[in-house]
Structures are given as structure tokens and as C-alpha cells.
């Protein structure tokens, strides 16, 4: 290579990325680089017309400063400059900084679009190439706009440069996915097939990924890309290794190529045609024997290519499902792999076998590998592998080897990585529930599930194996018996409580013949626990008292005696107080006729109907989440809805089947938990609404989201861990709201750290009217994401669906805290770690205001300090977040530089990711 | 399709980023933080494949640099790992033994070397011979200055 290539000489920019390369704090960085951005702009602005060099030079560093993650907001005029210089370079970084800071900015699109235009007409093929680049890289709607047309003529112009022919093909590639809509599909489509024939191999590459994305979605139109593809792929694997030159690579030939080639014809079933069909088969088969053959070179990359091949090829075999021969001879070859001592092999094999799995002709093929899939399991040292092996396991199981795979599962659940074992738990429940011959070893599965990892026992499995005891009279005696006894053990999961709790209510009768439980040993039994739950249980155990009621009028006296201490009448939970309440004075009231008919066994589960529901409610795509919220106020009050029919019947009887039917109730076969799991899998987090969301970070009363027909206003108070929101609902129209209902989801992670509950709120909304409803809000942990409010309603026969992100953010947990000069400095001091600390230097977004920015720090929830500071105009704070787990002190130090318009917000606090969202919160306010 | 690919260096800093979907700065920072922390966790022996959100993510360590790509569900493993290793080809052909340094102070020739062998989230061109060639003859194209090369600079610096 000559020396010439290697740099163009930009000296400043070198001698720059060495001064930063010097820095030893990230402090001293970003002065280095707000001086050099000073300067930069400087230059810019100076009256001095700058040259290309110095200008290409410059918009080089502030790209610089991009990539190291900082913020750049000028410059792209410069760069759009640099689009239109006749010296290649300048063009070039020119396009570099366009491609890497995309602005929407309708009036630079305009020109940097001119000046593609200009390169794709000016004929020399590099300038071509750097423009397709751009667009390519770009790829916006503007840009579809202006070339979608262009692009497919320059592709298949029969003058064009191969190299050219290459870009233009992935350009339209880009584009095709950005805006499908924009590229006209037309004569030359024909033509574009037809690269495939194409002499360079470079095209054909770039062609098939045109092709195989376009196929995908109008297979008709490009139904004869299959011959050619098949005749291509025939050619290269009969190739001599030498025959492809420089696409030879480790003396595989072309597998880029290859894979693509393969990719594409799975776009398509089988050929019809028999001699093409066959000739396929062919290629199929010689791959599958080159497996065979020894190895062509020790190197990894020889491997590697080849076996991408093949394991492409077999996607293929899998994909047509249709030749038995090739099935088996794939399971076969993967066998293999499954014992390889390269690791990726393993994994690669084991993730390609479940897909092999479900077809009937290799099913009992995949199954003669249990053992080592088994194996794997136990002695596979990455996750990712014994991961591929639990799912292999899931996809291999019937009914002939349920019982083996879900005891190994459950074996192995025992030391499963944190991460994975959620997901196990759910395929250990579908498992056992899908293959249960008899009942009682699904119930022992799933209480040994909560035993062994009960914290990600998810609702729906517990919710599941209640409505499946309730369902079949067989099991009711003996899952009352194993829950009793599992209830023993001195430290048992919430999760079995609630099990234990509903269960006992139900059936517990069936074992109170025997006196070793009897009802009062159940209920000092369950009773026991009660203090040690959270309140959704001891709600649930409350139910479960009432129901003993009935059940056994012997511990009456005993259980209206604890319902009817302080702690449960003056409870400050309001759920528990008004069920220790109401349950006292029906039993105190109600005759046994009454009483029996009020808590009488709860009905069978609609089994049918609700399936079709459930899915027509996932087609509407409402997320995973609201829905276990819904529930779990069903089966949790679940003796209520008898209760109501009896007081003051606020809601129809037949609700809480009825819901419960929607989220929860079992299908003819598994596939309702089968759609929960796989729910589960793409749940993606809601994006809701949020741009009153900043604005609520300060305060805690205003207008959080409005449109055309609703306006959703909040006033919220907080109280160390506690927080209390009210939202009003207001309709803005002159109809009704119907079948108004809202429901508040978090992410996983967010989930565990926040806990919000909602309270009802009125189905109907009148016209103009307006309603309230409470969210109750406990902070667990610290956290950094928002819950989101959905809400749903029909507005005119539409229905409406809305997400907006509630401002509840980490600060609205703090507690000012006064303290003295001296102790500020101290804890400061202590909290001197480098993680503990978090600096942002930001520019004003609005006026620099003393009074204005004490309120604001006021709103955030800090206290502030007075005299500490040596200098006046900075702001000092304190204060501590309050969550259940753990409280964490707060410092905050804000230093206004009215000059320069800048701030700099220094974070002080005892862990890392406090002072990080601390940061991020209050750095948007100014 | 791939959907982008990171070049991060051992102590977590980035030395390179090539997104082909549309995604905010704030999106393309935290997806950064987040796999360069999963990548560094695990161990040596580990294999290169993982699954990350709804992607499949393939990496690969050469000396102090990882290369890190994300794919599609449908996309092959084996193939992204060989298209890291190409690019590794590339580069080290054409600055001769490639360091992170060489990648630190040429940033855009590492882009224009990237571009020029995939675009759009596909391989463009497979051959080396050919890649090489498109770079050398743009490279042809600059004026000629009496330039330190980028080599020499890196040596000023050591």
C-alpha cells in the first residue's frame, strides 16, 4: 500500500485525538473539547473565508467529537459544503459526517440532495459510489423521495460500472426497507433478477440481499429468481476451490454468497419442476458431504465458513420440510455438532434442532439426542449454551419423555442462572401442563416450581394451577393435601401461600377428616404466614378466613376473633380494612344458608370461549401487562363478587369469571399458556406519550396529556416511599366514553422496583364529565424508566387506545434534609468515589434565573443549603430518596456560569445509578 | 440483515459504530452501554453468539479490540463472525498489522474501508482484492501534501 493512503495529512486532527487520548479525567476531556469546539465555531464564524483543507479538517474533528459521544449541533453546513468540493477527499468526509449525524433539517436535505444528484449524474464511478454510500447510509424519507426512481435505472443500466451496480443494488436494498412504499416496482424488476446471471461475482452478491428482501414480499414477482438461484448454487459448490478466485475464501468457494443464495430460495417452497428440484437436492446433498470431508485447512475461519454454509443450507432442508432423507441426514449432522469441541458448533447445532424438532418427519430423529441435550444442560459452562439446551429440551418434549425433561428441568432450575430462570419456569409449567396424564403430578410440578424458584413464579402460573384444581373434581382433595403439607416447610415462598391460601379455602374441607389438619391446625397453619405477606396476600387470606367461615362453623369464634383485632379493623391498608369489616359482619349477620350460598365453591372456569378471546385480545395488541394486573384483583378478591351480590351488588355477579375468562381461563388444549408464553417473549415495553412528561419533574399538579377528546390531569403528593396519585379524566367531547378502563404496566425491570397500584375507575364517562381515579404508588428500589398508563376506551363506536408515560420519577421519593456547612463538607468528602459521583455540563435552555432555579431545586426535593457555598450564585442541596429497601443521601451541587450560559450539576450520592438518573432528571430543567 | 456493528475497545471504550436502522443518539448510547458491558462479562472461552433482546448478537476479541455485530433472527452466525473477520483482513491489509492506534487516528478510513464492503447491513463486496482496490484508487484521488502518514504519528505519540 503506498504511503500516500494512509493519511491525508490532517495534522490539527491528529495532534487533537492525541490531546484527548492524554487526558487523564473525563473532566479534562470535555474542557479539551469545549475549548476546541470554541475554537471550531470561531473559525466558522470568522470573516476569514476558510479553505477546503481547513474546513474538511475541522468538520473532521467535530465529527471526532461525535463518535467520542458528545453532543454537536453545528457544522453541517460546512459539511454540506464540503459535498460540493472538486477534491475527492474533501467530498468525502463531507459525506462521512452527513452519514453519521443525519439531520432532518428540511433545508440542508434539500442541499445535501443536490449535491447527490450532482454525483450520481457526474459518471465517475467513485464520486457514484459515495453519493449511493450516503443514501445507503442515510437512508430518510426525503432521500427515498428524491432517488427511489433514479436508483433502479443506474442499477440496471447496462453501462453502469460493476462496482456501482453493487451499491446502487444495496441502496435500493435500504430504501426498499425505509420506505417501501416509495420504490415503484416496474420493468425492471425482470432485469434485476437477472444479476444473478452476472459475470462478477461482487453483483450477484449485492443482488441476491435486492432480491431475497424484495422476494419476501411479492414472491410472485420474482418466482424466477429460483432457477437462477439454484443454477448459481449449483456452480459454486461444484466449483474447484481455486475456480472463484478471490471469492474463494479459506478454500470455501463464495459462502457469502452461498448463505444469500440459500436465504433466498427459503423465500420460496420446494421447486415444482422435477429437474430443477432434483438438481437442488444435488447441491444440498454435496454440501451436506463436504461436512464429511476432512478439513481443507486447520484454520478456524475454513470451519467457520463452511459450516455457515451448511448450517444454512439444513435452514433450507428444515424450511421445505418436505424430503424425509435430507431431514434425517441434517438431524444427523447436527447430532454431531452437538458434541463438538468448538463451543459456537454446540450452541449453533442445539438452536438449529429445535427448529428441526417440530417437523414430524425428524421429531423422533432429534429425540435420540436426549441424553446429550441433557448432558449439555448440566455441564455446559456459558448460559447462552444451556440456555439453547432448555430450549432444545422444550421443543423436543412429548408425551413419551415429559416426565424425564421436566425433572430435569426442574433439576436444574435449582442452580439455573438468574437470568433464564423465569423463562424456565413458564416452559416447566406449559410442559407439565400440556403432557399431564394424571393431575397430581402437575400439581406436585408446580408447587415444586414455587419451592425451588418461586420469586419468578409468575402470576399466570399460579393463577393456572388454581383455575386447573378448581376444573377437575379428581384433583381437589390431593392438592389440598400437598399444599397443606408444603405449607410446613418454616420458610415457604408468598407465592405457595396464595396457592396454600386459595386452595385451602376452596377444598380444604376435603382434608379436615383428618386431625392432624384439621380446620383449626389449617387455619393456625395459614394463619401463621399471614404476617409475613404482602398485602395483595393477606387481602387473599382474608378471603380465604371468610370462606373457613363457611367451610368449618367450629373456628368461627376463633377467626372473627383476629378479624376483629386492631390490626385488622384499624389496618392502615384500606383493602385490608374494609374486608376484615365487611368479612366480620357477614359472618355476624348472615344466616348459614346465606353464608353458604354467598361463599359457595367457586364455578368452574369457562373453558372454550375464552380462548378465542384471549388471542382476539393479543391480535388487538394490547400488551401482556395490563392484563395480569386485571386479574390479579379478580382471583385476589375473588370471594367479593359473592359478597356483592349479597350487600350492595356494584358490579354485575358474573365479572369476575367473566374476566378472569378473558385473561386466564384454560383453552381445549395448553395453547392459552402457550400464547402467555410466547407473549412473553416479544413482550416489547409501550412507548407512551411524553412530552408533558419533563415538566412534571419539578412539580407535582398539571396537565399530563391532552388530545381532541381527552385530557388527563394529575395531582400527586408523596411521602418517603409512598406516593399517592390522583389523575382526572376529563371527556372534552359531547358523547360518552363507554367501556372506559385503564390499566398501568411497567418493563421487567421497572416492575421490581416500583409498584403501582390502581384503583377502579367508572366505566362511563358522560359528556364534559369528568372523573377521578387513585393510583397508589410504592418505590421498592431505585429506579430510572416510567410506568405507563394505558388507557382504553370507545369513543363513537372507535375505540380509542392511548399510552402515556406517568411522571413518576426517582426525586419525587426524596426528603429534604437540613444540615450545617460542616457536615455538608464531611459527607461530601465520604462520598468522594469516583462511581459515586456524576457531573453534567450543559447548556442553558432557558433564562438563567436565581429564583426561578431555587424553585425548581426546591420542586426536585432537595433542601437547600444557604452559606455553604463559598460562592453565592451556586446552589447546594441535600436530601435522601426513600425507597422500601434502602435510603440513599443525596448532595447536589449546581454551578451557574452566566457568562458563558453553561451549568455545571455535580451529583453526590451512595450509589451510582441514584446519581445517574438524579442527573439525567434535573440537568433537563434549566 | 445486520443492524450494527461496535468496535469497542477492552476498557469499554468505543472505536467505531456503524448503525443501518434509524435510531435515536439516545437509543444508539444506551444499546452501547448496554452490550459492551454484556460483551466484557463474559469469559474467554464463552462462545460468540448471544441472545440479546429480540437480536442475535456475534462478536469477536482480536488483541485489545472487540468487534461486535448484531443480527436478525433469520441471519447466520457463522457468516457474521467471517464478515468480522474480513473486515479485520481489511483492515490490517491496509494499514499493515492493524492496531486499535491505527483505528483511533484513521476513524474515517475505517468507515470508507467498512463502506466499501458492507452497506446497508449486507455484504457488498466479498472480495479483498476488490475492497482494497476501490479504497486505493480513492486514496489516488487526494491531493498529495508533504504528509505525516498516520503511522508516523502514532510513533510520535508511543
New interface residues.
Given amino acids: 500500500?503506498?504511503?500516500?493512503?494512509?493519511?491525508?495529512?490532517m495534522?490539527g486532527l491528529?495532534v487533537f485525538?492525541?490531546d484527548i487520548?492524554n487526558c487523564k479525567s473525563k473532566e479534562s476531556e470535555v474542557k479539551r473539547i469545549n475549548k476546541e469546539l470554541a475554537n471550531i465555531r470561531s473559525k466558522f464564524k470568522g470573516d476569514k473565508a476558510l479553505d477546503g483543507y481547513s474546513k474538511k479538517k475541522y468538520v473532521?474533528k467535530l465529527?471526532?467529537i461525535f463518535?467520542l459521544?458528545h453532543?454537536i449541533d453545528f457544522g453541517h453546513m460546512e459539511a454540506v459544503n464540503l459535498l460540493s468540493s472538486n477534491?475527492?477527499?474533501e467530498k468525502?468526509?463531507g459525506y462521512?459526517f452527513i452519514s453519521?449525524l443525519?439531520n432532518s433539517n428540511s433545508d440542508l436535505i434539500r442541499l445535501i440532495n443536490n449535491a447527490i444528484k450532482n454525483d450520481l449524474a457526474s459518471r465517475n464511478s467513485?464520486f457514484m459510489?459515495l453519493a449511493l454510500?450516503c443514501i445507503?447510509?442515510v437512508?430518510?424519507r426525503e432521500m427515498a423521495e428524491a432517488f427511489a426512481s433514479e436508483i433502479p435505472r443506474i442499477l440496471v443500466a447496462g453501462d453502469t460500472m460493476d462496482?456501482v451496480k453493487?451499491?446502487a443494488a444495496?441502496?435500493l436494498?435500504?430504501l426498499n426497507?425505509?420506505s417501501p412504499d416509495l420504490v415503484p416496482m416496474g420493468e425492471w424488476t425482470a432485469r434485476v433478477v437477472h444479476l444473478l446471471n452476472d459475470q462478477h461475482?461482487?453483483v450477484v452478491?449485492?443482488a441476491t440481499?435486492l432480491i431475497t428482501t424484495l422476494a419476501q414480499k411479492s414472491p410472485d414477482d420474482f418466482k424466477t429468481s429460483v432457477s437462477l438461484a439454484v443454477a448459481r448454487l449449483s456452480r459454486i459448490v461444484t466449483s474447484a476451490s481455486i475456480d472463484l478466485?478471490?471469492?474463494t475464501?479459506y478454500f470455501v468457494a463464495?459462502?457469502?454468497?452461498s448463505?444469500?443464495l440459500l436465504?433466498l430460495l427459503q423465500c420460496y417452497p420446494p421447486p415444482e419442476d422435477t429437474s430443477l428440484r432434483s438438481r437442488l437436492t444435488e447441491c444440498l446433498e454435496t454440501i451436506l458431504n463436504k461436512a464429511q470431508e476432512p478439513p481443507k485447512s486447520k484454520k478456524v475461519?475454513h470451519s467457520?465458513?463452511k459450516?455457515?454454509?451448511l448450517?444454512?443450507a439444513i435452514a433450507l432442508i428444515i424450511h421445505h420440510d418436505s424430503e424425509p432423507n435430507l431431514l434425517v441426514r441434517a438431524c444427523n449432522q447436527l447430532g454431531q455438532f452437538l458434541q463438538h469441541r468448538e463451543?459456537?458448533l454446540?450452541?449453533?447445532a442445539l438452536e438449529s434442532m429445535c427448529t428441526l424438532a417440530s417437523s414430524e418427519f425428524s421429531h423422533e430423529a432429534v429425540k435420540t439426542h436426549i441424553e446429550t441435550v441433557i448432558n449439555a444442560l448440566k455441564t455446559e459452562?456459558?448460559v447462552?449454551?444451556r440456555?439453547r439446551a432448555v430450549d432444545l429440551l422444550y421443543a423436543m418434549c412429548d408425551r413419551s419423555n415429559s416426565k424425564q425433561i421436566v425433572a430435569e428441568m426442574l433439576s436444574y432450575l435449582e442452580t439455573a442462572d438468574y437470568s433464564i430462570r423465569e423463562e424456565i419456569v413458564l416452559k416447566v409449567a406449559i410442559l407439565a401442563e400440556k403432557y399431564a396424564v394424571d393431575y397430581t403430578w402437575y400439581v406436585d410440578t408446580i408447587l415444586n416450581l414455587i419451592r425451588i424458584a418461586g420469586d419468578y413464579v409468575s402470576e399466570e402460573v399460579w393463577y393456572r394451577v388454581i383455575q386447573i384444581v378448581i376444573n377437575r373434581d379428581d384433583v381437589q382433595g390431593y392438592a389440598a393435601k400437598t399444599v397443606f403439607e408444603a405449607l410446613q416447610a418454616p420458610a415457604c415462598h408468598e407465592n405457595l401461600v396464595k396457592v396454600g391460601g386459595y386452595i385451602l379455602g376452596e377444598f380444604g374441607n376435603l382434608i379436615a377428616g383428618d386431625p392432624r389438619s384439621s380446620p383449626l391446625v389449617q387455619f393456625n397453619l395459614l394463619h401463621s404466614k399471614f404476617h409475613l405477606c404482602s398485602v395483595p396476600t393477606r387481602a387473599l387470606l382474608l378471603s380465604a378466613y371468610i370462606k373457613f367461615i363457611n367451610l368449618f362453623p367450629e373456628v368461627k369464634g376463633t377467626i372473627q376473633d383476629v378479624l376483629r383485632s386492631d390490626s385488622q379493623l384499624r389496618n392502615a391498608d384500606v383493602e385490608l380494612q374494609q374486608r376484615a369489616v365487611e368479612y366480620l359482619r357477614l359472618s355476624c349477620i348472615a344466616s348459614t344458608d346465606i353464608l353458604a350460598t354467598v361463599l359457595e365453591e367457586m364455578p368452574p372456569f369457562p373453558e372454550r370461549e375464552s380462548s378465542i378471546l384471549a388471542k382476539l385480545k393479543k391480535k388487538k395488541g394490547s400488551s401482556k401487562l395490563p392484563d395480569m394486573d386485571d386479574s390479579r384483583k379478580n382471583v385476589n378478591g375473588s370471594t367479593e363478587h359473592a359478597e356483592d351480590a349479597e350487600v350492595a351488588s356494584k358490579v354485575p355477579s358474573h365479572t369476575f369469571t367473566d374476566d378472569l375468562s378473558v385473561n386466564s381461563a384454560p383453552s381445549s388444549g395448553a395453547s392459552l399458556l402457550v400464547d402467555v408464553f410466547s407473549d412473553f417473549s416479544?413482550a416489547a415495553p409501550t412507548e407512551g406519550s411524553d412530552e408533558h412528561f419533563p415538566r412534571f419533574v419539578c412539580k407535582n399538579n398539571g396537565i399530563i396529556y391532552e388530545n381532541q377528546l381527552l385530557q388527563i390531569g394529575l395531582k400527586s403528593e408523596y411521602r418517603q416511599n409512598l406516593g399517592r396519585m390522583y389523575v382526572f379524566y376529563g371527556n372534552k367531547t359531547s358523547t360518552q366514553f363507554l367501556s372506559f378502563s385503564t390499566s398501568v404496566s411497567s418493563n421487567d425491570v421497572l416492575d421490581s422496583q416500583l409498584n403501582v397500584q390502581e384503583k377502579p375507575v367508572d366505566p362511563l364517562i358522560e359528556a364534559g364529565a369528568q372523573v377521578q381515579q387513585i393510583l397508589n404508588i410504592e418505590c421498592v428500589s431505585d429506579f430510572s424508566d416510567a410506568p405507563i398508563l394505558n388507557i382504553q376506551f370507545r369513543y363513537g363506536g372507535t375505540l380509542q387506545n392511548i399510552a402515556v408515560k406517568l411522571p413518576v420519577m426517582l426525586n419525587k421519593f426524596f426528603q429534604p434534609t437540613e444540615m450545617t456547612s460542616q457536615d455538608f463538607f464531611q459527607r461530601w468528602k465520604q462520598l468522594g468515589a469516583p462511581q459515586q459521583e456524576v457531573q453534567k455540563i450543559f447548556k442553558a435552555k432557558n433564562q438563567m434565573d436565581t429564583d426561578v432555579s431555587k424553585a425548581k431545586l426546591l420542586g426536585f426535593g432537595v433542601a437547600l443549603l444557604d452559606g455553604v457555598d463559598p460562592n453565592p450564585a451556586n446552589f447546594v442541596g441535600a436530601g435522601i430518596i426513600h425507597t422500601k429497601t434502602t435510603q440513599v443521601g443525596c448532595l447536589l451541587r449546581l454551578e451557574p456560569n452566566t457568562q458563558a450560559q453553561m451549568y455545571r450539576l455535580t451529583l453526590r450520592t451512595s450509589k451510582e445509578s441514584v446519581s445517574q438518573r438524579l442527573v439525567e432528571l434535573l440537568s433537563e430543567q434549566f | 440483515m445486520m443492524q450494527f456493528m461496535l468496535l469497542f475497545s477492552r476498557q469499554g471504550k468505543l472505536r467505531l459504530q456503524k448503525w443501518y436502522v434509524p435510531l435515536s443518539d439516545k437509543e444508539k448510547k444506551k444499546i452501547t452501554r448496554e452490550l459492551v458491558q454484556t460483551v466484557l462479562a463474559r469469559k474467554p472461552k464463552m462462545c460468540s453468539f448471544l441472545e440479546w433482546r429480540d437480536l442475535k448478537i456475534v462478536y469477536k476479541r482480536y488483541a485489545s479490540l472487540y468487534f461486535c455485530c448484531a443480527i436478525e433472527d433469520q441471519d447466520n452466525e457463522l457468516i457474521t463472525l467471517e464478515i468480522i473477520h474480513r473486515y479485520v483482513e481489511l483492515l490490517d491489509k491496509y494499514f499493515g498489522s492493524v492496531c486499535e492506534l491505527d483505528i483511533i487516528f484513521n476513524f474515517e478510513k475505517a468507515y470508507f474501508i467498512l463502506d466499501e464492503f458492507l452497506l446497508g447491513g449486507e455484504a457488498q463486496e466479498t472480495s479483498k482484492k476488490n475492497v482494497l482496490k476501490a479504497i486505493e484508487q480513492a486514496d489516488l484521488l487526494q491531493e498529495v501534501r508533504p504528509a505525516l502518514t498516520g503511522k508516523a504519528v502514532i510513533i510520535i505519540i508511543i
Fill in positions: 500500500m503506498p504511503a500516500v493512503s494512509k493519511g491525508d495529512g495534522r491528529a485525538i492525541s487520548r473532521c465529527l471526532f463518535l459521544g453532543d477534491k475527492y477527499t468525502q468526509i462521512l453519521v443525519v467513485t459510489n454510500h445507503a447510509n437512508g430518510s462496482s453493487q451499491s444495496l441502496c436494498l435500504r426497507r425505509t461475482l461482487g452478491t449485492a440481499s478466485q478471490d471469492y475464501y463464495a459462502p457469502w454468497l448463505v444469500k436465504r475461519q467457520n465458513a459450516n455457515a454454509v448450517f444454512e463451543t459456537n454446540r450452541y449453533l459452562r456459558d447462552s449454551v440456555q416479544s
